[in-house]
């Protein structure tokens, strides 16, 4: 059975576990101004990722420049202007791309969803989110609010649990 005096590793909840794939996820962006990550799950299952960037096949931000930078756009205004896919849209892309359906779904987002995500996840049938960071969109906050989708703000996860390093 093992010494019981040894060292019990920390299991991350369910949250934190989807929450952190989130953040690995959005290792993959190539977003010059902010790295997202979307993870949608069903009854403790994953349907589909995303993470932030162009459509495949166009150059990178991180290669070609961002052009929200260039045109001077704060953050929260004007997504059209800006050559990335959120990472909530690629993740329904991506399940709609392999027949996975969505309804009834809950989505863990590194951050909070524009008011364009927030409309596509409802439609797509999402019932919870959560998130880890704000992000300056009141009228995503009215949306959600009105259809009585819950956004569950939870603090970024200890990601050291990954690698189970003992402490020093």
């Known amino acids: 059975m093992g010494n019981m005096e040894e060292k019990k590793i920390k299991r991350p909840d369910w949250d934190e576990y989807f929450m952190a794939m989130a ?6 962006s190539t977003c010059t101004r ?3 990550g979307a993870v949608l ?3 403790r299952r994953i349907l589909a990722t995303g993470y932030n960037g162009p459509p495949s096949g166009f150059p990178h931000c991180d290669e070609i420049g961002c052009l929200r930078d260039e045109l001077n756009i704060p953050s929260g205004e004007r997504q059209e202007l800006c050559w990335g896919i959120h990472a909530e849209q690629n993740a329904i892309i991506q399940a709609a791309s392999f027949g996975i359906s969505t309804k009834d779904s809950v989505l863990y987002c590194t951050t909070k969803p524009c ?4 409309k596509i996840l409802a439609n797509a049938g999402v019932r919870k989110i959560y998130v880890a960071e704000q992000y300056p969109d009141e009228f995503s906050d009215r949306l959600l609010a009105e259809l009585k989708i819950p956004v569950i703000f939870m603090e970024k996860p200890d990601m050291s649990f990954i690698c189970n390093e003992e402490d020093e």
């Open 23 to 28: 953040f690995l996820v959005s290792t993959r």
């Open 34 to 36: 902010r790295k997202v």
């Open 41 to 43: 799950v069903r009854d």
């Open 115 to 118: 008011i364009t995500c927030a």
